[in-house]
DNA sequence: AAAAAAT
């Protein structure tokens, strides 16, 4: 087995972690279930819904990832249950309509059937449509690997169009769709539309980049209909500030025209005012990170009403459900425990599943349905993945400057595991005369948000980023993904390398590992032969060496965490600062040593745009030297692939 | 294990 196929393991995930990461989760809960304030029991033990529980639905996710759960059905009772419901679906048996959404779930078929003359030899006949009905059906699940599990799940739909006739989405909202380029839905959003628009509860897994956003803001605004002046009636949860961006502009995109006032939390001091139950402009839908949520409920009065939500749509759910001292968890249950309307319907959404999570939902959600899209918990195959020895840390920025030197396509986003390794080694690759940023949760708001906007306008073409931006972000055209630190699980690799790929798309991944990763990748893989990937290694250093320019760096890159004793936050920030500045002037002898010359007054005027925006001037200097004009120029001199 | 998350 050579580096690649090893890596195709790892992404593919085929003994990769499915059952150790289980096992991992299980184990790290079993001590909260009583005390910890999301225990399902506790939590909604306490007529907070007042919805009947319907009795948990074994689900079998045909992946046999998560056998050491313990089954929920138990008996002779569940099992029959069970079949018994599988049984209605499958045979597409006749539906409830939702109360008061007054929405038929009848296909087009039964419709036609329920038009006919109904004797005897009509009936039969008409059995035989139904039957032929569910094959196509069928037929269209198997065609996108859609897996679902649960009773009475409507159809797909095919075609937008279909959300239309069927649904009564808006027809603005379609033109939205057409107009954003989007043609036909793609199979998370053929199955989990129909679901969300009949209110069904749902945990959807479907992999990166495959469309899950407008999974669910397709339905919200469908369902939703129009603005209406109760307050918020949806409310997407995000685990980071730059996602719920995203989120946020996606529906702001597609409800263009319609009318629905779609709001985000940009500083929880001024949202007080701006929704709280005194004011008298209602929004419909709210995007956010829980946190901020969790304090402006806090408040006394509470300063948010979520009385009136119908939809609470948690994404990237596993990443929300982590628990601990200080994970999501505990906000999410207060969000939840917020919702105290008795139309409260919840949507799960991710690319990686926990059994935790799905087992959260088996319990809680009611009537649960599963929705998954291929293999769980996989990497797309639209993203070619390569992994790179590189030895030693020192391997790792030779690798780095090889990739720069050799030529590649950006733009690129750079992984890295920690804070400071992300501003080691911007530092590194502030001289190298590339448009290099880097962005972490340390940065500030502003800076964030312009790095993010330059990053979409194509003004960067190396991105260093921490976790930050692993989950969720959809960058047009991102080209390459390097891990520069190899990732610490697959679920986060999984993440990583799914910024690439995305939509359809190719995309290149490259994970490079040192010696010190090996127990790691051998761990994951459970691999235990690495000749093969000594090779790579051998010919990386037989390559004609870009040496000669490390050897300023090993000092930062080996520092040991925790190096300066107490300097706090701001200590350390100047102390940066000054760093930056000496080396500044070095970087602009190297980029007038390449002949880049610039005038002072181009120089001045730069600046002065760079402090209008806010940005950090130190950053922006690197990447303003470069237009999009130059970018392009980049593109075509330099020879596309590497490695 | 680290990152992220309110003011």
């Known amino acids: 087995m050579d580096a690649f196929e090893l890596f195709r393991k790892l992404g593919a995930g085929a003994k990769f972690d499915l059952k150790r990461f289980g096992q991992d989760a299980a184990r790290s809960h079993v001590g909260e279930a009583s005390s910890n304030a999301f225990s399902a029991i506790d939590y909604f033990g306490t007529g907070v819904t007042s919805r009947s529980q319907s009795s948990p639905v074994e689900l079998d996710d045909g992946g046999g990832d998560d056998n050491e759960e313990e089954n929920e059905v138990s008996g002779a009772e569940g099992k029959r249950k069970q079949r018994d419901e599988e049984k209605d679906w499958t045979a597409g048996g006749p539906l409830k309509d939702m109360e008061g959404s007054g929405i038929t779930w009848t296909s087009s078929l039964d419709r036609k059937i329920q038009n006919l003359p109904s004797d005897g030899k009509e009936k039969s006949s008409l059995k035989r449509m139904k039957h032929l009905h569910q094959e196509k059906v069928n037929r269209i699940r198997s065609q996108h690997r859609i897996n679902v599990h649960g009773c009475d799940v409507p159809d797909p739909v095919s075609t937008f169009e279909d959300l239309q006739s069927e649904y009564r989405l808006s027809p603005r909202v379609l033109q939205n769709l057409k ?381 040991k965490k925790g190096k300066a004793p107490n300097t706090g936050p701001k200590g350390e920030k100047q102390a940066a600062g000054g760093e930056q500045k000496e080396k500044r002037q070095s970087q602009t002898a190297v980029l007038q040593q390449k002949g880049e010359k610039k005038t002072k007054g181009q120089e001045q005027k730069r600046r002065n745009k760079t402090q209008k925006e806010g940005g950090s001037e130190k950053h922006k200097k690197t990447t303003s030297n470069s237009s999009g004009a130059k970018l392009k120029r980049y593109c075509v001199c330099v020879h596309v692939f590497i490695v």
């Open 179 to 559: 107009d954003a380029g989007l043609t036909s839905p793609t199979p998370v959003q053929m199955q989990a539309i129909p679901l969300m628009m009949h209110g069904r509860e749902l945990l959807a897994c479907a992999p990166t980049g495959s469309g899950k956003t407008l999974a669910f803001c397709l339905p919200l605004l469908a369902q939703l209909q129009q603005p209406a002046n109760l307050g918020f009636r949806a409310v997407v949860i995000s685990p980071t500030r730059e996602l719920a961006n995203q989120t946020y502009r996606e529906l702001l995109r597609l409800s263009e025209g319609v009318g629905f006032r779609v709001h985000i939390i940009e500083k929880a001091s001024l949202a007080a005012k701006k929704y709280g139950p005194q004011s008298n402009k209602k929004y419909d839908i709210l995007v956010s990170t829980p946190n901020r949520l969790v304090f402006l409920l806090k408040q006394d009065p509470p300063a948010l009403d979520f009385s009136s939500v119908e939809w609470l749509v948690v994404d990237e759910s596993d990443k929300l459900f982590e628990g601990g001292k200080t994970g999501f968890r505990e906000q999410l249950a207060a969000v939840f425990l917020a919702c105290s309307g008795s139309k409260v319907r919840r949507a799960f959404f991710s690319a990686t599943c926990t059994p935790d999570v799905e087992q959260w939902c088996r319990l809680n959600l009611d009537n649960l349905v599963s929705v998954n899209i291929g293999h769980r918990n996989t990497a797309v195959d639209s993203v070619e993945q390569k992994l790179l020895f590189v030895g030693t840390e020192n391997g790792k920025l030779v690798a780095m400057r090889d990739i720069i030197k050799t030529g590649f396509l950006p733009p690129m986003l750079v992984f890295v595991q920690s804070i400071d390794r992300a501003r080691e080694l911007f530092h590194e690759l502030v001289y190298e005369g590339i448009n290099v940023e880097v962005i972490h949760a340390d940065r500030t708001q502003q800076q964030r948000d312009n790095v993010v906007n330059s990053f979409r306008a194509g003004k960067i073409w190396v991105l260093i980023c921490t976790a930050l931006l692993a989950r969720g972000m959809d960058f047009k055209g991102v080209n390459l993904v390097l891990n520069y630190d190899f990732p610490t699980s697959s679920v986060e690799y999984i993440h990583r390398i799914g910024r690439t790929g995305r939509a359809g798309h190719q995309g290149k991944a490259i994970t490079f590992f040192t010696e010190n990763d090996k127990p790691l990748l051998r761990r994951y893989t459970q691999i235990s032969n690495f000749k093969h990937i000594h090779k790579v290694k051998r010919r990386l250093e037989n390559k004609p060496p870009t040496r000669s320019t490390i050897c300023t760096t090993p000092r930062i890159l080996m520092k």
